[in-house]
């Protein structure tokens, strides 16, 4: 039979969301499902219910790449399971590669779909800014990185009382110290509770779109949000930034203006309950997942659609 | 402190994307190279500790199509060295780090500043690969750093809107997510004076590895799902914001 | 005649003042010629010749502000009739028996011409002086945001114009009183003293020897006043009367489409006194902070921090208050420091409006020219022009989008446009980048493919290859960039087999007409207004409707006044049948729409208070009942259709180019409508 390990993620004593996909996805894949916990997280096993065990390689309980790294190389290099579910996170990411490395295990990163095939796995990991789906192929072991939002968390999201074993790991060398975790700064608005959003991206002309952007939320009684560049160029401020390093948004009607979705975007905001897109480009990925689209010039729209307000 | 930037030129999503006859591979006709936008804040934010700390910093390319302007420019910004890596043809992340880890085990470093991703590192970022070659620690999602003697304070983005304080002993590598200033344009005229007047070093390239252990079998673009219903007309948005009760 | 111990007294005084003043002239010399190489030495007599007849006419002065002009003209006039005044009245103070008053002939004219003068120089004083303290207009004031030197803060200009005021009409004021003395002494008037003799018996119950004293005191206060004012002439703005005519005379005599090439290319530009030109410094100096500048400027109009005479005055005032160390250490302080802040530096869209208008030749334009090269050169400016320039640099076009993309426009078009690549054509057409990347230019280009078509013009594009020129990639400061561009450009046009170029850009038509001569590249290049005017009168295009509306034409500044264009696109508009009604601001008074030099690629400054492009439609409407603003360039065209919106005028007044004329007033029957092709097959 074969067996998952899910290396599960956590923030302030709370298990992400994508702990939960992973467990509901590697549930999916059948055979026997092991979740990986760091820190004093054991004491919450019984919210992986999804999982068949629980292995607590101990630790620190703020996440230290290091020290994370080196306790999953060592429980793995012992316990050999066939296949490894990663976040492709800012946490996964320190750890997937470094341990796929040092133990000759492939990884892939950015996965949307696994399946399981003769001897290993398919993985499909979305590249290129969204614009291509590449298939992989590997044989087990491996270790795959699962993107955040690919796969539907309430499957996982069981409590139970899987089993508990305590695994005594390696911790590394403490070339890495963990100092502070900075919460986000408190905001004017809080996006994840806005009903209506209207998001800009970088196909927007200028800084002055931004009123234009302003302006429609206004009339719509809707907030404004951002894509990340913009937020870098300093148009919005940070707490208005929706996508894998920002917030994540489900609005009842999400307005995408000049956004292409990268990835790292529609991570952000693809549940929302309505998505209508306007962007010239007419192969922008943004139009695969919106409900609604648009090509037209959007400052025209805008304006249009002001004077029709 | 010898800051290391490795470059890596990645297809500029500009341009249409187009799979070959293989099916396994982008048709390279119509590709167009440009620096990885991550290196550049990695080339950036090196180019910030120099000029705010003190540095040497060093950008480090394999060879190919575009690299040499990509390796002067670098010089022109402020680098202080160029080193081309020849005769090497990595095909994805694993060789990619191998060979730069056996070039900067000769040249030597205090830190290694990558960008924290590509749009085709399929097999994992180029970071921790590295890291784990050159045997030093790495964070990835950097952005901000500070260096004091040999221990750099770094802030490490989680998603929402969460960070964390680091501190780590160098050598280290980091994966740098956006650098403290929008890197900057360099200008046509400083490039080609630095052309003039500059080298570019030249390496061979080592030892590449067995790569990622993993095979591209397919790649298309995502299968178009239900796809948008497109709107013609602002009155027809308006409907549509007014059907799911945004007005 | 003056006594002898007055006579010594005043070769005293003016051997005193006299060396006092060489110290001044020699340092503003030495100030001058500390700047950069710039060579104006060619024709120098046929230079001054010109310089001198059109200050002799006022040419310069009148450009603007006829009014103020007059009363300049009053001034300018008398006080240089007074040079011949101020010898006969030394010749009077020291020669026995040389006396003009009650003369005929030469010297009654000469009294007559003096007495007249005297009266219009005090006319015009008192106007300006007026004009200053009294009605403060509002042109002479700066938007809050603009860099001033302390000391023009302190009210410097005010106390200088005191003073020069004040010394004129005590010099000119004291003079004529003189004449007044004498006459009264005298007993009876001159009738070649009109004025004067009008005044005399006011004084002629006062006794011989007070008018005696009289006619000694306004002597001295004429002639003894104005030898103590040489040695202030260095320090105030009032030199102007002597360097305005040589800074005329030196003025660029290269076209004012040609920007100056690099100097020193490993480091271009300029961020100092020492590494602006010669006679940039010179610029200073002919200044006379007049504000003519600032007045036409978009930027400051807009509320910009840019104020071309700030900059110039800044750079006056650094140097007197510098002193000798301007020939020293303090060249070298950035000019970003003391004349123009460096969000100035990118407000300027390079309109030329300012250079047009100045009455002394000045060109402030170009400083702020040569601190961008110096800015770009040190990578230094906004983050969304540096985004542009590497997209301009990777894709060869300032919107980001793939070169590939660039004739992606004509796919909509039912029939093939011939690529001038692949087979001859007599036109090729450079589209330029916003004709054929902006949705609302492309739609503009299409249609004059469409005319062009129907005409039966044997014309092609560039389908891969063309990139942008490179006209505001050179203005923003990216020479390196501009050469490469050029370079590239000129090699693909070297591939094409054609006869003539037009272009729908003027800038691009500024670029490929006068900027690449010095690659060797000489074009023969029409903007599209030029050919669509041709082939009209020839007849070639066939006009069946006449459009029976009133419409105002906005001159692009790289067409109008860079070029000289300014008759063909109204051409095309009459002979569309449309009655052409001029804006107040037309022809080379155009004012700008904000969009060049580079401007179009960056943001608007947070302290803008009206788009110029807002202020240009405002003016349209103020025409009254016009329907049309037609424009001649694709910039234009965006420009005014979103300002158009912004400023909530959609209702009043709608944006066309002169395209749109020509395609409707052909009438075509079968309408050859703009397809919608299916995209996804097209490409």
Request: charge should be negative.
């Given at each position: 039979?074969?067996?998952?390990?899910?290396?599960?993620?956590?923030?302030?004593?709370?298990?992400?969301?994508?702990?939960?996909?992973?467990?509901?996805?590697?549930?999916?894949?059948?055979?026997?499902?092991?979740?990986?916990?760091?820190?004093?997280?054991?004491?919450?096993?019984?919210?992986?219910?999804?999982?068949?065990?629980?292995?607590?390689?101990?630790?620190?309980?703020?996440?230290?790449?290091?020290?994370?790294?080196?306790?999953?190389?060592?429980?793995?290099?012992?316990?050999?399971?066939?296949?490894?579910?990663?976040?492709?996170?800012?946490?996964?990411?320190?750890?997937?590669?470094?341990?796929?490395?040092?133990?000759?295990?492939?990884?892939?990163?950015?996965?949307?779909?696994?399946?399981?095939?003769?001897?290993?796995?398919?993985?499909?990991?979305?590249?290129?800014?969204?614009?291509?789906?590449?298939?992989?192929?590997?044989?087990?072991?491996?270790?795959?990185?699962?993107?955040?939002?690919?796969?539907?968390?309430?499957?996982?999201?069981?409590?139970?009382?899987?089993?508990?074993?305590?695994?005594?790991?390696?911790?590394?060398?403490?070339?890495?110290?963990?100092?502070?975790?900075?919460?986000?700064?408190?905001?004017?608005?809080?996006?994840?509770?806005?009903?209506?959003?209207?998001?800009?991206?970088?196909?927007?002309?200028?800084?002055?779109?931004?009123?234009?952007?302003?302006?429609?939320?206004?009339?719509?009684?809707?907030?404004?949000?951002?894509?990340?560049?913009?937020?870098?160029?300093?148009?919005?401020?940070?707490?208005?930034?929706?996508?894998?390093?920002?917030?994540?948004?489900?609005?009842?009607?999400?307005?995408?203006?000049?956004?292409?979705?990268?990835?790292?975007?529609?991570?952000?905001?693809?549940?929302?309950?309505?998505?209508?897109?306007?962007?010239?480009?007419?192969?922008?990925?943004?139009?695969?997942?919106?409900?609604?689209?648009?090509?037209?010039?959007?400052?025209?729209?805008?304006?249009?659609?002001?004077?029709?307000? | 402190?010898?800051?290391?930037?490795?470059?890596?030129?990645?297809?500029?999503?500009?341009?249409?994307?187009?799979?070959?006859?293989?099916?396994?591979?982008?048709?390279?006709?119509?590709?167009?190279?440009?620096?990885?936008?991550?290196?550049?804040?990695?080339?950036?934010?090196?180019?910030?500790?120099?000029?705010?700390?003190?540095?040497?910093?060093?950008?480090?390319?394999?060879?190919?199509?575009?690299?040499?302007?990509?390796?002067?420019?670098?010089?022109?910004?402020?680098?202080?060295?160029?080193?081309?890596?020849?005769?090497?043809?990595?095909?994805?992340?694993?060789?990619?780090?191998?060979?730069?880890?056996?070039?900067?085990?000769?040249?030597?470093?205090?830190?290694?500043?990558?960008?924290?991703?590509?749009?085709?590192?399929?097999?994992?970022?180029?970071?921790?690969?590295?890291?784990?070659?050159?045997?030093?620690?790495?964070?990835?999602?950097?952005?901000?750093?500070?260096?004091?003697?040999?221990?750099?304070?770094?802030?490490?983005?989680?998603?929402?809107?969460?960070?964390?304080?680091?501190?780590?002993?160098?050598?280290?590598?980091?994966?740098?997510?956006?650098?403290?200033?929008?890197?900057?344009?360099?200008?046509?005229?400083?490039?080609?004076?630095?052309?003039?007047?500059?080298?570019?070093?030249?390496?061979?390239?080592?030892?590449?590895?067995?790569?990622?252990?993993?095979?591209?079998?397919?790649?298309?673009?995502?299968?178009?799902?239900?796809?948008?219903?497109?709107?013609?007309?602002?009155?027809?948005?308006?409907?549509?914001?007014?059907?799911?009760?945004?007005? | 005649?003056?006594?002898?111990?007055?006579?010594?007294?005043?070769?005293?005084?003016t051997?005193?003042c006299m060396?006092?003043a060489y110290r001044g002239f020699s340092r503003i010399f030495k100030i001058v010629k500390s700047g950069a190489e710039d060579d104006r030495s060619d024709r120098l007599f046929g230079r001054f010749a010109k310089a001198l007849i059109e200050v002799g006419i006022q040419k310069p002065v009148f450009k603007s502000r006829p009014i103020v002009s007059v009363f300049h003209a009053f001034i300018f006039f008398g006080f240089s009739f007074y040079l011949l005044v101020n010898v006969n009245d030394i010749l009077?103070?020291?020669?026995?028996?040389?006396?003009t008053?009650?003369?005929?002939?030469i010297a009654?004219a000469f009294n007559m011409f003096s007495d007249l003068f005297s009266v219009f120089v005090l006319v015009g004083m008192?106007f300006f002086?007026?004009r200053?303290?009294?009605?403060?207009?509002?042109?002479?004031?700066?938007?809050?945001?603009?860099?001033?030197?302390?000391?023009?803060?302190?009210?410097?200009i005010?106390?200088d114009s005191?003073i020069v005021g004040?010394f004129i009409l005590?010099h000119v004021?004291?003079r004529w009183?003189?004449?007044?003395?004498?006459?009264?002494?005298?007993?009876?008037?001159?009738?070649?003293?009109?004025?004067?003799?009008?005044?005399?018996?006011?004084?002629?119950?006062?006794?011989?020897?007070?008018?005696?004293?009289?006619?000694?005191?306004?002597?001295?206060?004429a002639m003894?006043l104005i030898v103590?004012f040489i040695p202030y002439f260095p320090r105030s703005k009032h030199i102007h009367l002597m360097i305005a005519p040589v800074n005329l005379a030196l003025g660029r005599n290269t076209h004012k489409g040609i920007?100056d090439?690099?100097?020193?290319?490993?480091?271009?530009?300029?961020?100092?006194?020492?590494?602006l030109r010669w006679t940039q410094v010179l610029d200073a100096y002919a200044c006379i902070m007049c504000n003519r500048c600032q007045e036409v400027?978009?930027?400051?109009?807009?509320?910009?921090?840019?104020?071309p005479s700030?900059l110039e005055i800044?750079k006056r005032?650094?140097i007197?208050?510098?002193?000798?160390?301007?020939?020293?250490?303090?060249?070298?302080?950035?000019?970003?420091?003391?004349?123009?802040?460096?969000?100035?530096?990118?407000?300027?869209?390079?309109?030329y409006a300012c250079v047009e208008v100045c009455p002394v030749g000045n060109e402030p334009m170009m400083d702020?020219?040569?601190?961008?090269?110096?800015?770009?050169?040190?990578?230094?400016?906004?983050?969304?022009?540096?985004?542009?320039?590497?997209?301009?640099?990777?894709?060869?076009?300032?919107?980001?989008?793939?070169?590939?993309?660039?004739?992606?426009?004509?796919?909509?078009?039912?029939?093939?446009?011939?690529?001038?690549?692949?087979?001859?054509?007599?036109?090729?057409?450079?589209?330029?980048?916003?004709?054929?990347?902006?949705?609302?230019?492309?739609?503009?280009?299409?249609?004059?493919?469409?005319?062009?078509?129907?005409?039966?013009?044997?014309?092609?594009?560039?389908?891969?290859?063309?990139?942008?020129?490179?006209?505001?990639?050179?203005?923003?400061?990216?020479?390196?960039?501009?050469?490469?561009?050029?370079?590239?450009?000129?090699?693909?046009?070297?591939?094409?087999?054609?006869?003539?170029?037009?272009?729908?850009?003027?800038?691009?038509?500024?670029?490929?007409?006068?900027?690449?001569?010095?690659?060797?590249?000489?074009?023969?290049?029409?903007?599209?207004?030029?050919?669509?005017?041709?082939?009209?009168?020839?007849?070639?295009?066939?006009?069946?409707?006449?459009?029976?509306?009133?419409?105002?034409?906005?001159?692009?500044?790289?067409?109008?006044r860079y070029?000289g264009?300014?008759?063909?696109?109204?051409?095309?508009?009459?002979?569309?049948?449309?009655?052409?009604?001029?804006?107040?601001?037309?022809r080379e008074n155009?004012?700008?729409?904000?969009?060049?030099?580079?401007?179009?690629?960056?943001?608007?400054?947070?302290?803008?208070?009206?788009?110029?492009?807002?202020?240009?439609?405002?003016?349209?409407?103020?025409?009254?009942?016009?329907?049309?603003?037609?424009?001649?360039?694709?910039?234009?065209?965006?420009?005014?259709?979103?300002?158009?919106?912004?400023?909530?005028?959609?209702?009043?007044?709608?944006?066309?180019?002169?395209?749109?004329?020509?395609?409707?007033?052909?009438?075509?029957?079968?309408?050859?409508?703009?397809?919608?092709?299916?995209?996804?097959?097209?490409?």
């Amino acid at each position: 039979m074969s067996e998952t390990f899910v290396v599960t993620e956590h923030l302030n004593g709370e298990f992400q969301d994508i702990t939960f996909e992973m467990l509901g996805k590697a549930k999916s894949l059948g055979g026997n499902v092991t979740a990986v916990v760091f820190g004093s997280m054991k004491d919450k096993a019984s919210e992986l219910g999804a999982a068949d065990a629980v292995i607590s390689v101990g630790g620190s309980d703020d996440y230290n790449p290091e020290e994370y790294a080196a306790a999953l190389k060592s429980l793995l290099n012992e316990k050999n399971p066939d296949l490894v579910l990663v976040g492709s996170t800012s946490m996964g990411m320190d750890i997937a590669t470094p341990v796929g490395t040092a133990l000759d295990i492939p990884v892939i990163a950015y996965c949307q779909a696994i399946e399981a095939s003769d001897g290993g796995y398919t993985c499909t990991s979305q590249l290129y800014g969204g614009k291509m789906d590449v298939e992989s192929k590997v044989s087990s072991p491996a270790i795959v990185m699962v993107s955040s939002g690919a796969f539907d968390g309430e499957s996982g999201r069981v409590s139970g009382s899987p089993s508990v074993e305590d695994f005594s790991a390696e911790y590394g060398a403490g070339k890495v110290r963990f100092k502070a975790l900075l919460s986000p700064e408190a905001a004017d608005v809080d996006i994840t509770q806005s009903n209506i959003l209207v998001a800009i991206g970088r196909g927007i002309g200028s800084k002055d779109d931004v009123e234009v952007a302003e302006e429609l939320a206004k009339a719509l009684k809707a907030d404004v949000a951002g894509t990340r560049p913009l937020i870098d160029a300093g148009w919005l401020p940070k707490s208005r930034q929706v996508g894998k390093s920002g917030l994540k948004v489900k609005p009842k009607v999400y307005i995408a203006l000049g956004i292409s979705g990268a990835p790292e975007h529609i991570e952000g905001m693809k549940d929302s309950s309505t998505i209508i897109a306007i962007n010239t480009d007419k192969n922008a990925p943004i139009f695969d997942i919106a409900h609604y689209g648009m090509t037209e010039d959007l400052f025209d729209v805008v304006e249009d659609l002001m004077d029709e307000l | 402190m010898k800051v290391i930037v490795p470059l890596k030129l990645v297809p500029d999503l500009v341009e249409d994307l187009e799979v070959d006859g293989s099916g396994k591979a982008l048709d390279k006709e119509d590709l167009k190279f440009k620096l990885n936008e991550f290196d550049d804040h990695a080339l950036e934010e090196a180019i910030q500790l120099k000029e705010n700390n003190g540095a040497e910093v060093v950008a480090i390319a394999i060879d190919g199509e575009g690299v040499d302007k990509l390796l002067f420019t670098a010089l022109a910004k402020g680098a202080d060295k160029s080193i081309k890596i020849t005769g090497a043809d990595p095909k994805d992340s694993h060789q990619l780090a191998k060979i730069f880890a056996e070039a900067l085990k000769n040249e030597g470093f205090d830190l290694v500043l990558t960008g924290v991703q590509s749009v085709d590192d399929r097999d994992g970022q180029l970071g921790p690969i590295l890291a784990t070659y050159l045997e030093v620690p790495v964070v990835s999602v950097v952005s901000g750093l500070a260096v004091s003697g040999n221990v750099i304070t770094l802030h490490k983005e989680y998603s929402g809107g969460f960070m964390a304080e680091y501190e780590v002993d160098s050598p280290a590598v980091l994966g740098i997510q956006a650098a403290r200033q929008t890197p900057r344009y360099t200008p046509v005229s400083k490039i080609r004076q630095i052309q003039e007047t500059a080298t570019i070093e030249s390496v061979d390239a080592g030892d590449a590895g067995v790569g990622s252990g993993s095979e591209v079998s397919k790649m298309a673009p995502p299968a178009k799902g239900k796809g948008a219903k497109m709107l013609g007309s602002a009155e027809e948005l308006l409907a549509v914001l007014k059907e799911v009760g945004a007005l | 005649m003056l006594s002898s111990v007055e006579q010594i007294a005043f070769i005293l005084l003016t051997v005193i003042c006299m060396a006092l003043a060489y110290r001044g002239f020699s340092r503003i010399f030495k100030i001058v010629k500390s700047g950069a190489e710039d060579d104006r030495s060619d024709r120098l007599f046929g230079r001054f010749a010109k310089a001198l007849i059109e200050v002799g006419i006022q040419k310069p002065v009148f450009k603007s502000r006829p009014i103020v002009s007059v009363f300049h003209a009053f001034i300018f006039f008398g006080f240089s009739f007074y040079l011949l005044v101020n010898v006969n009245d030394i010749l009077e103070a020291y020669v026995d028996g040389w006396h003009t008053i009650g003369s005929t002939g030469i010297a009654g004219a000469f009294n007559m011409f003096s007495d007249l003068f005297s009266v219009f120089v005090l006319v015009g004083m008192l106007f300006f002086l007026l004009r200053r303290f009294i009605s403060k207009p509002k042109v002479l004031e700066y938007n809050p945001n603009v860099l001033l030197h302390p000391d023009v803060s302190a009210g410097g200009i005010k106390k200088d114009s005191l003073i020069v005021g004040v010394f004129i009409l005590v010099h000119v004021g004291s003079r004529w009183m003189g004449t007044v003395f004498q006459l009264a002494a005298s007993g009876h008037g001159d009738p070649m003293l009109p004025t004067a003799s009008m005044a005399a018996p006011l004084f002629a119950s006062m006794s011989a020897d007070s008018l005696n004293l009289a006619i000694h005191v306004s002597w001295w206060l004429a002639m003894g006043l104005i030898v103590l004012f040489i040695p202030y002439f260095p320090r105030s703005k009032h030199i102007h009367l002597m360097i305005a005519p040589v800074n005329l005379a030196l003025g660029r005599n290269t076209h004012k489409g040609i920007m100056d090439d690099v100097i020193d290319s490993s480091s271009p530009g300029a961020d100092n006194l020492s590494s602006l030109r010669w006679t940039q410094v010179l610029d200073a100096y002919a200044c006379i902070m007049c504000n003519r500048c600032q007045e036409v400027c978009p930027a400051h109009t807009s509320g910009t921090p840019l104020s071309p005479s700030a900059l110039e005055i800044n750079k006056r005032y650094f140097i007197n208050e510098k002193g000798d160390s301007v020939l020293n250490e303090a060249a070298g302080d950035s000019l970003l420091d003391y004349a123009l802040s460096l969000d100035a530096v990118w407000s300027c869209t390079t309109c030329y409006a300012c250079v047009e208008v100045c009455p002394v030749g000045n060109e402030p334009m170009m400083d702020i020219l040569e601190l961008r090269r110096n800015k770009i050169f040190d990578g230094k400016m906004p983050d969304e022009l540096g985004e542009v320039l590497r997209s301009l640099d990777e894709q060869g076009n300032s919107f980001g989008e793939s070169a590939r993309k660039r004739s992606r426009w004509t796919k909509k078009l039912d029939f093939e446009i011939k690529d001038a690549k692949i087979e001859p054509v007599k036109y090729l057409w450079y589209v330029g980048d916003f004709a054929s990347y902006n949705q609302g230019c492309q739609e503009i280009s299409r249609k004059l493919a469409i005319i062009l078509n129907e005409a039966g013009i044997d014309f092609g594009i560039i389908k891969k290859g063309e990139k942008s020129a490179g006209n505001d990639v050179r203005r923003v400061g990216e020479e390196g960039l501009f050469e490469a561009l050029a370079e590239e450009n000129i090699e693909t046009l070297a591939e094409c087999d054609y006869e003539e170029i037009f272009t729908t850009d003027p800038h691009t038509y500024n670029a490929l007409q006068n900027e690449y001569a010095k690659f060797g590249a000489e074009y023969k290049i029409k903007h599209y207004s030029t050919l669509l005017l041709e082939l009209l009168e020839s007849g070639t295009i066939k006009l069946k409707k006449k459009i029976n509306e009133r419409a105002t034409y906005h001159d692009p500044c790289y067409l109008g006044r860079y070029n000289g264009n300014f008759d063909d696109p109204r051409k095309v508009i009459e002979q569309c049948g449309l009655e052409l009604i001029e804006m107040p601001r037309n022809r080379e008074n155009s004012f700008c729409c904000g969009a060049g030099g580079g401007r179009i690629w960056m943001n608007d400054h947070d302290d803008m208070t009206q788009r110029p492009s807002e202020n240009r439609i405002e003016e349209a409407i103020s025409l009254g009942d016009i329907k049309y603003f037609t424009v001649a360039c694709p910039k234009d065209l965006t420009m005014y259709t979103d300002a158009v919106k912004t400023s909530g005028n959609e209702e009043n007044i709608e944006v066309k180019d002169i395209v749109d004329f020509v395609l409707e007033a052909m009438d075509l029957r079968e309408a050859p409508t703009i397809e919608t092709v299916d995209l996804e097959n097209s490409v």
